[in-house]
């Protein structure tokens, strides 16, 4: 006597539709990430913090200053160099931020689940770029230009103020927040070159900080011929009203600077591409 099996078929699991990777979707990608980042809020404040506080602190300092007749206070009387103070100081959070965003994928493993999913690697560069850029430039703009007003409104009491529609104040102000912003992808192209936090940060206050002091001190010929192509000196040139005539034309200038930042971003580029994660 034969005993027929029955087998009741097991329901088909639905298939999972894979989404194409696009270029849109990475951008998106990247801003969930880049905004979930507990740095990117602290860093980003220290840099308002900075832009805002120091550019109405040194414009009260001014007043004070002129007040005693003691001189013009600290730094310079140009009163809009006096309201964009705090971007010496802005430039150091923002550039760490830039190098943050690369190198803290790369120091947690994260970089290699987010090369699976972009398997073409060069559409990771350029989303995180394109999102890191636009958050900067609204913040730093937003904070340099609340740091002038403030910085103004102080000055007046002592009529040593400006307006804003005052010839080159206004490319000034927003020339500082454009300046921040490449600021912040040079240091993303030498977080993408070297992937390492400690190594991208020093390089990048090198480049900023240490190659100006340097020239400085090497012969004024040397000097005045180098100087104002280094990277701090031509990228601030835009944001200079009151030029003593040492720096670039200042469209020229922030064109130099821009030309750093992309040389960066270009060999982290070709590093991120033929090398492992």
Request: hydrophobic share 50%; charged share 10%.
């Amino acid at each position: 006597m034969s005993t027929e099996v029955r087998t009741t078929p097991s329901p088909t699991r639905p298939v999972v539709g894979t989404r194409e990777v696009t270029q849109w979707r990475v951008v998106v990608s990247e801003w969930v990430k880049l905004r979930s980042l507990r740095s990117t809020l602290w860093t980003l404040g220290a840099a308002c913090v900075a832009l805002v506080g120091l550019g109405v602190l040194i414009a009260y300092v001014r007043t004070t200053q002129t007040a005693l007749d003691t001189g013009p206070g600290p730094g310079t009387s140009d009163p809009t160099a006096t309201a964009l103070a705090g971007v010496n100081f802005g430039q150091l959070a923002i550039g760490v931020l830039g190098v943050l965003v690369v190198t803290g994928e790369y120091s947690t493993g994260m970089i290699r689940a987010t090369l699976t999913a972009v398997p073409r690697r060069l559409p990771v560069l350029w989303a995180k770029s394109a999102v890191f850029a636009v958050v900067t430039l609204a913040v730093s703009l937003v904070s340099v230009v609340a740091a002038f007003f403030g910085a103004q409104a102080i000055l007046s009491g002592s009529d040593l103020q400006t307006t804003f529609g005052a010839d080159g104040v206004a490319r000034a102000v927003v020339g500082a927040a454009l300046y921040l912003t490449v600021v912040g992808l040079l240091g993303m192209g030498l977080g993408w070159m070297l992937r390492s936090t400690a190594g991208a940060i020093a390089a990048l206050f090198a480049l900023l900080l240490v190659v100006p002091v340097v020239f400085g001190l090497l012969p004024a010929s040397w000097n005045d011929t180098v100087g104002p192509y280094l990277p701090n000196n031509a990228g601030q040139a835009v944001m200079t009203v009151a030029g003593d005539g040492s720096l670039l034309p200042p469209w020229t200038g922030f064109a130099v600077f821009c030309g750093y930042a992309a040389l960066a971003l270009v060999a982290g580029a070709v590093r991120l591409v033929r090398r492992d994660a």
